[in-house]
């Protein structure tokens, strides 16, 4: 796969496939850059951390639910119908509202038009592909449906081993430097397991029969993210389970929670940055993730760690990326 920048990236052929493209080639974390670049490295995580991204929407959804949410861990320690319902609330409301109003402000009011969307095209209505022959209802059906009951089993699982010390936990006043760290830590856990679990699913029997769910939506919107098969959202939230090994706090748990269910809303949006009155307002879409859903056998993982790289299967979005990609899908395919 390409590893450097074309010579006339904004004019080459790959830029008249999309309504927009990122005026640069996909960058990916250079933590793992060699030789080391403190200062790129401090711009990388600046721009994740102190701008409205989706690691700070997420992080500012966690601390609502801990404060105002959040059933008491007293409460469970046994198995009861009330914090069990409420654990389920706390993720169908928060998924609804953001993946909602995304979905309202980019498609429905069209409230920045087709400025910064990745796809020219609308999203699917009409096409026996879909569940209900429509994207939408598609994937809020998979979304609400299958993703949203197979995290809250798992939550009840380890909200329960929580409240019974069953698992290592910490606390802020005790360890302020690990909880600190941990929360750094989850996004790039998250990409880890993410990798060689889309990986996984990429073989044949799995595509066919599980992933291929997901891969309906070559154009994406925000209810794209985690409209997901049942079998794949068991292996993808199995993620959550490193909390019963790492000690964490039920703050690293939400956080970690809200990034694997949200974040997906936001970098499946099909707008690379969501614009409101002509200012840009924060960052969305992921086109790194686009070219995967367009062109499906290249970057598998995300750009936190950069595994399609060492593998060979990076796409950096300009038109020579596409030839290989191409040329990779045919020899996988033909062997």
Not at 45 to 69: D, E, F, P
Not at 109 to 126: E, I
């Amino acid at each position: 796969m390409p590893t450097d920048v074309t010579n006339d990236f904004a004019a080459d052929g790959e830029a008249a496939r999309w309504n927009y493209r990122p005026p640069q080639p996909v960058a990916l974390n250079p933590l793992f850059a060699w030789p080391p670049n403190p200062r790129a490295v401090w711009n990388w995580y600046r721009g994740a951390w102190l701008q409205l991204t989706s690691l700070v929407v997420c992080m500012a959804i966690a601390a609502i639910a801990y404060l105002w949410a959040l059933p008491p861990l007293e409460q469970m320690k046994t198995f009861q119908a009330g914090w069990m319902f409420r654990i389920w609330l706390m993720n169908m409301v928060a998924q609804t509202v953001v993946a909602g109003g995304l979905h309202w402000w980019l498609y429905i009011r069209k409230g920045q038009g087709m400025t910064k969307k990745f796809d020219r095209r609308d999203l699917s209505r009409g096409n026996g592909t879909f569940t209900f022959s429509n994207q939408v209802w598609d994937n809020i059906w998979w979304t609400l449906g299958s993703a949203m009951t197979v995290a809250t089993v798992y939550h009840w699982i380890i909200w329960w081993a929580m409240a019974n010390a069953y698992v290592p936990t910490v606390t802020f006043a005790d360890s302020p430097i690990w909880c600190i760290a941990w929360m750094f830590f989850i996004p790039m856990w998250s990409g880890l397991h993410f990798y060689w679990v889309h990986r996984l699913e990429h073989s044949p029997r799995l595509y066919k029969h599980v992933h291929a769910v997901h891969h309906r939506n070559v154009n994406t919107g925000p209810w794209s993210g985690i409209s997901n098969h049942w079998f794949e959202n068991i292996l993808y939230f199995a993620t959550y389970f490193i909390h019963l090994i790492v000690p964490s706090h039920p703050m690293h748990l939400l956080f970690h929670t809200y990034f694997q269910q949200i974040s997906p809303v936001l970098s499946h949006s099909g707008f690379e940055k969501l614009v409101v009155t002509d200012n840009e307002v924060a960052r969305t879409g992921d086109f790194f993730h686009q070219l995967h859903h367009r062109y499906f056998e290249c970057n598998y993982g995300t750009s936190e760690i950069p595994f399609d790289k060492w593998f060979g299967t990076y796409h950096d979005g300009s038109e020579a990326g596409t030839i290989q990609t191409r040329a990779h899908k045919k020899q996988m395919y033909t062997k």
